[in-house]
Structures are given as C-alpha cells and as structure tokens.
C-alpha cells in the first residue's frame, strides 16, 4: 500500500475520543475524522486499531461510575467499525516493529503504528502523553494538537 500526501497513521489514542467525548483533545480528535469524513485525509492504521478502540469503549461502560450504558458503547463500537478505516496487518509489519520496540523503549502495540508510518512515508498523530514523550522528537510523529 502506497501512501498519498494526505495519509495519516491515527492511533487508538485519538481514535477513541471519536466516542468518548470527556477526554482531553476532543475537539482535535473530531477534526481529523472529519477532514477523514470529507475525503481530505486518509486514515489508516495497524490491525489492532479495530481492538484496542473497543477495548477502550467497553472499559467505558464498566465500573462504579460509567462514562458510557452498555447501549451508548455497542453503538459507539459500531460506529466506530463502520467508519472504514483502513488497517494493515501483514508479517512485515510486526516484524519492522520489533527493533523500535527496544530502540525507543515503547509497547510492540506502539511500535506497530510508528512502523506503519514509516513503511508509508507518512506522520503519524497520537494523543498518548508517554508514547510521545518517548518518540516525540521523530519527524514523523505528530501530537494531536500540532
């Protein structure tokens, strides 16, 4: 997969305030789907993008104090699934992922989209604080808010 100027790597980090609207960042996180929505952005992302999210949806709808009725997070899952991301997911990927997992001290899971932004020459935006702490200063990584 080649990728065009306007391809971005998203992370789950950014995508999960598509759906959980208390998060710091929401508003960034919104414009990007909609630059997504309104076809002047590709977003892609590793495999497990399509887990992680849902995760993350379902642990908001658990506990004490919800931020989410189970309802509100199957639809948000839904929503989410059926936004058509594009997600890579192929042997060389996990593979390019394993060095940058020891060189920049990050999860595989984190290393994977760092890879893939690397594989298609393109940034790759992320609204988790330790990940970009630790690769922040890489060209090709972006803070949401930037």
């Known amino acids: 997969m080649a990728a065009t100027a306007d391809t971005v ?5 950014v995508a999960v305030k598509w759906h959980l609207r208390d998060e710091d960042y929401v508003q ?3 414009r990007l789907l909609t630059r997504f929505s309104q076809g002047a ?3 892609v992302a590793p495999d497990h993008i399509r887990y ?3 995760a ?11 931020r989410l009725t189970p309802r509100q997070g199957q639809s948000a899952i839904e929503e989410f ?21 020891h060189q920049y001290a990050i999860a595989l899971y984190d290393a994977l989209y760092l890879a893939l932004a690397r594989q298609l020459g393109c ?3 992320t609204a988790d604080r330790k990940l970009y702490q630790r690769i922040g200063r890489l060209p090709e990584v972006h803070w949401i808010r930037r």
């Open 9 to 13: 790597v998203v992370d789950a980090s």
């Open 28 to 30: 960034e996180a919104e």
């Open 41 to 43: 952005v590709n977003l």
């Open 52 to 54: 992680e999210v849902p």
């Open 56 to 66: 993350a949806i379902a642990v908001a709808t658990i506990g004490s104090q919800p």
């Open 81 to 101: 699934l059926a936004l058509g991301l594009t997600t890579v997911g192929t042997d060389r990927l996990i593979l390019a992922a394993y060095p940058l997992v």
């Open 123 to 125: 940034s790759l935006v």
